[in-house]
């Protein structure tokens, strides 16, 4: 008898039924155990029976229900030994077929004349007989054996969870020589990098020769809707929608509106001449843009509020402004223009060392990459050159700077940073049951400087990656296996999958019997092959 404890679960009973070797099998369960209101659970202890009688005693009635819907003989009692059960429907047909079974074999091995067996013996010999019941015997347990041993097998594909963890690990990273070899696990070489770069490039300039901006000049009328006078001094600025601006040539001075009979508001006008600026707000050259059209709005851009109360319309169309005008160089344009080629020099000597590593990388088929860490690129010796000669407020559109710069930094095998931290992982970090899926080598960085030094150049450092881990169910000292194969053995393949899904390790499965008309997983646990699926 198997007497089950209140914290055992459902895989510890499971092990106690596969250990028990009785005829019968009797389970004795304290009162309110979970299992005995669980119908999946109470399914798969009735499967792991098999073909022995199961009983469950227990003093706890109201799973009963449950157990008669299974078929399953029960005893409700206080005394172990008592055992009150009626048989069930199938255990009826199974007794009778065993009767008849036994029938039929006194029978066809009756001893009198009109036998078959009797008759077969006359005719051939007792020996034939009794070789002929041999091999129909032998042929049926072989039958037995092949589907049961050999045909009868379940394949279980499962993916692992895939679990990310960052893990780190200091090292050292110090300038060598080429000759000089790493005798240290924790200390990576460094190689120094130096190269000279030079460049060309052409500027344009912003400044603009006033004496050859040409302007827009005619006469604007100026409204005023105020109560009081206006006086407006020469050269107050007077700008269109666009942001085109002109100057008052001469100070105005302009009465106040007047209220007709019907109270009607009347504007004061007065006439005057109005001269484009070489620029607008934008401090883009105005140009032909300034030739405006007859009855342009313009408006008082000081005047914050009232705008519509104080304005100016153009009295006749604009002319004689173009877009012809000539560009001269400044202080201003030289000096943008180092700011600018330093950035670009920098850039562009930077792109050249990434560009002569990834060479090198493919010429000796390694992984060579520069140490990112702060100050490690150093730039010096910056030299701007003209290509010709050139003088401040000459007229010119363009120039041309020629700029050299000496870049200096440090690589590393990156590939043999991600192989000691990938030696580390498994001989320090990883359990027996945990499998590296994959490392992350895009993700590496330096998280943290520890010291720096010079002569030679070297760094403590903390390097991180992250690592893919996957649960290893396949692992020689890992029985995991085995005990899901233990619970899902003679399961029907969709009650299995999903106990299977709810499994923490396991993100997906696939279950496949053979022969293909056998719906459940082989009852034989060495039937059952596990298949894992990495990708």
Known sequence: MIKVHKNDSIVDIIIKIKNNSEKELIIEFPFGHPVLHNHTSLKIIKTKAWKRELIIITNDKTAKKIWKNLWIKYSITDNPDLVEYNYTFFEYFLYTFKSYFREIKDIFLQKNQDSIIVKYNKKYGNWKIWFFITFIFISFFLLLFIFYFAVNKT??????????????????????????????????KLKKIQKTVSITEKFGTSWISEKTVSTSRWKITLYNLFSDKIDLIANTRVQTMSWVTFLIEWSVSIPPSTVSWSWEVIPWQIDTYAISRNHDSDWKISGSNANIKIWTKLELPWLKTDKDKLYAIASSDFKWANDNYTKVLNKE??????????????????????????????????????????????????????????????????????????????????ELLISKMRNDIKDNILTDIEEILEINSNSLRIANIIWTENNPYSIKATAQVEVQFIHNFL???????????????WLNKDEAEKILLNNSKISNVKIETKPFFIK????????????????
């Open 155 to 188: 394949y279980i594909y499962i993916s692992p969870e895939v679990e990310v963890k960052t893990k780190a690990k200091n090292f050292i990273f110090t300038e060598m020589k080429e000759d000089e070899f790493v005798l240290d696990e924790n200390t990576i």
């Open 333 to 414: 344009d030289i000096e943008n223009a180092k700011i600018i080629l330093r950035w670009k020099i920098e850039n562009e000597a930077l792109k050249q060392i990434k560009d002569d590593i990834l060479e090198t990388n493919k010429s000796n088929n390694v992984e060579f990459e520069i140490l990112w860490i702060n100050d490690v690129i150093k730039y010096s010796d910056f030299s701007v050159f003209w290509l010709e000669n050139l003088k401040v407020w000459e007229e010119i559109e363009s120039f041309q700077l020629w700029a050299t710069i000496k870049i200096s930094t440090y690589s590393y095998n990156k």
């Open 475 to 489: 692992s020689k000292n890992n029985n995991y296996v085995e005990r899901l194969k233990t619970v899902v053995a």
């Open 520 to 535: 459940n997983v082989s009852k034989i646990t060495d039937n059952i092959i596990f298949k894992v699926n990495k990708e």
